[in-house]
């Protein structure tokens, strides 16, 4: 049998989430590793917001003061816009990321992103060992080198890899290596990383140790010594790293929020490129074990502030990005019906946005509450022949579920859909788990497709009759209880259902009818 997902384990400091409280802020961090998006931020009642999208191996990540974020994936550079109107909410988040435009790279490895004075997008080209930018007909533009490489080769010669702007343009990139022949770098990563000014060319700091990440913040230029776990700072008079702070983990992506540093901690791979780094040492120095996940490090005292460490299927970060005034952002994938049904129009100065999932009644804007559905997580029969990884990823999801993880338990109910379309049950639990958290429009989906493989489940039909009455359809709950008592006549819960429906329908003959039935 094939091995299950192992889960993903969140665990926040006692005071993470009174700090993101105060500095009304959320995160968001990149993981290759996993191919996933995650977007930190504060529930209404103060609990943590994760939401997580998958894309193809991200890396770089950069918001702009615009409602923009660009990422890097594996092949393209995409461009996600906010697509809620000013003050609006969608299911209790501020912010609605929708990618809008992808421009296809070809294999670049694009590690760092930015953006310019002129709203220009600037990435560190890591394979060609350059800083480029987007063109209308080609691949990229080369913008910038190193002085040490003699040609543009795919060849990841330096690994360049971090990016610094300062006043609009380009100030400073870290490279792993000044190695001018074909993947060189792997041969310097102990003590031969440097920093390099892009204006002059020149060489700032050098016998780093793999370092990432280089932000400007006022008059300080800040980088991570990855290959010993150090944040600190670039002393330029004195051509020296100045460290401030220890890291348990491979420190890589910064980015900072107001006096603290936020800073992504990688567990190293075990394989040539991060073993035998002076990190390891360091480690064994002070009897601890590499992190993964979302170090706060007071910048004025070097002290960790805060911290969100994370176990099981993450063990790898890239970049972090900071959302200042956004309290609770989520964003749109491709791996559910989302995409094609949430509509926004450009409208003049009040853009419209539309969830298009069910034709709305004049009731709807003030309908009450949604309902939790009344089933929990559906056990499949051992019966039914699914493959191996949709059953897997579906009873690693309702384990979820019964553990309260029911953020978690969505991604994998969609793996398990993955491998099986036509899995009723993982559509039904699916729905369930986005009802519980009142992603309404999300469910009303996931039912209306579970019965559109099975008509005649009454299970959904009754759980999408039950967000239908909660919002005021009656007409619709009414005929979804119908068609659920079609297929299981003598399930009493069924009955009672439908008689609760008629009644506040007003149709007080009809409800005494069902009620009867029920107790019969």
């Not at 800083?131 to 330096?158: G, H, K, M, V």
């Not at 060319?201 to 990440?213: A, C, Q, R, V």
């Not at 991604?411 to 379309?421: C, E, N, S, V």
Request: contains cysteine; negative net charge; glycine residues 8%.
């Amino acid at each position: 049998m094939a091995a299950t997902t192992p889960p993903l384990e969140v665990r926040v400091s006692r005071h993470f989430l009174s700090w993101l409280s105060e500095s009304r802020a959320s995160l968001l961090f990149t993981t290759y590793q996993t191919n996933r998006l995650f977007l930190i931020g504060l529930k209404a009642d103060g609990r943590l917001s994760i939401f997580e999208r998958h894309f193809d191996r991200p890396m770089g990540l950069h918001a702009t003061s615009e409602d923009q974020l660009w990422m890097s994936t594996r092949w393209q550079l995409w461009r996600l816009e906010n697509a809620l109107p000013p003050g609006e909410l969608h299911d209790g988040f501020d912010r609605l990321y929708v990618p809008r435009l992808a421009h296809t790279t070809g294999d670049l490895d694009v590690h760092d992103i930015s953006t310019d004075g002129d709203g220009r997008v600037v990435f560190v080209n890591t394979s060609y060992s350059c800083l480029a930018t987007l063109s209308e007909r080609y691949n990229f533009a080369p913008l910038w080198q190193p002085r040490f490489i003699s040609r543009l080769a795919p060849e990841d010669r330096c690994h360049l890899n971090g990016l610094a702007m300062a006043d609009g343009r380009p100030a400073y990139v870290t490279a792993v290596s000044r190695s001018d022949v074909a993947t060189g770098w792997r041969e310097r990563r102990h003590e031969g990383g440097c920093l390099i000014d892009v204006a002059s060319g020149e060489i700032l700091l050098g016998d780093l140790s793999m370092p990432h990440s280089p932000r400007v913040l006022g008059e300080k230029l800040w980088l991570l010594n990855s290959g010993t776990g150090e944040l600190g700072f670039a002393d330029r008079e004195r051509g020296r790293f100045e460290p401030v702070t220890f890291c348990p983990g491979f420190a890589r992506g910064l980015a900072f929020l107001g006096d603290y540093a936020v800073v992504g901690l990688s567990k190293p791979r075990q394989d040539r490129t991060f073993s035998g780094l002076a990190l390891d040492e360091r480690l064994r120095e002070k009897d601890a074990e590499a992190r993964c996940g979302l170090w706060v490090i007071d910048t004025k005292s070097g002290v960790v502030a805060h911290w969100l460490e994370l176990d099981g299927v993450v063990l790898e970060l890239y970049d972090v990005q900071v959302l200042p005034g956004v309290t609770r952002p989520t964003a749109l994938g491709f791996k559910s019906d989302e995409i094609q049904r949430l509509i926004t129009i450009d409208a003049g100065p009040r853009p419209i946005f539309q969830p298009l999932v069910t034709r709305k009644s004049p009731r709807d804007a003030a309908s009450p509450p949604v309902a939790e559905t009344p089933e929990g997580p559906h056990d499949e029969p051992a019966r039914a022949p699914r493959p191996e990884a949709a059953r897997a990823a579906y009873a690693r999801a309702n384990k979820l579920v019964r553990q309260g993880k029911l953020e978690e338990s969505i991604a994998h109910y969609l793996a398990a859909l993955d491998h099986d379309p036509c899995h009723t049950k993982a559509l039904l639990n699916l729905g369930t788990a986005h009802a519980r958290l009142g992603h309404v429009e999300a469910a009303l989906d996931s039912y209306r497709r579970a019965l559109a493989v099975d008509p005649a489940f009454a299970q959904a039909h009754a759980n999408l009759a039950n967000l239908l009455q909660a919002r005021g359809d009656l007409a619709g709950a009414i005929h979804h209880l119908e068609a659920a008592l079609k297929s299981e006549p003598q399930k009493a819960e069924l009955w009672n259902q439908l008689g609760l429906a008629l009644y506040e329908d007003g149709r007080l003959d009809a409800a005494r009818s069902a009620f009867e039935r029920a107790t019969a």
